[in-house]
């Protein structure tokens, strides 16, 4: 089974798959010097609430199917809290709470009225993935339909 029929299974596009080059250059087996594991990054915390058990003996996390499960069903839920690729990319990066924050403190609704109070790394994120899916599927990343 490919990643990107992972992802589908869960309704995302294949091709945000491309995520895990952003995040782990495609490397099942990096960490991250905060905790995150595998090809997709997830933290420890993370992982457990999709189901995953990184205190498991190998952390499954390092698992690539389990961790593009994980992190294709994490971006699904992600896109239908904010209803946006750009604001689900950039709570995957700088959290779910963070992002929800932010919003209700501008009265905003896309990624562009929070960015400048975004992180550094999350404001780069965001625009880094984005291009990373055009270049590597030839497709604009913001015309993606929502999951199903």
Known sequence: ?????????????????????????MNPAARSPAGAVGLFQLMPAT?????????????????????????????????????????????YNGGEGRVGKLLRETGGSDFEAIRDRLPLETRMYVPRVMETVRLREGVDPAALPPPD
């Open 1 to 25: 089974r490919s990643l990107k029929q992972v992802f589908q299974r869960h309704g995302v596009p294949g091709a945000w798959v491309w995520i895990a080059e952003v995040e782990s250059s």
């Open 47 to 91: 992982a457990r609430h999709l189901g995953l058990r990184p205190d498991a003996r190998p952390d499954e996390r390092l698992d690539p199917l389990k961790n593009a499960d994980a992190a294709a069903r994490y971006l699904r839920h992600l896109h239908r809290r904010f209803r946006s690729w750009p604001l689900a990319l950039a709570a």
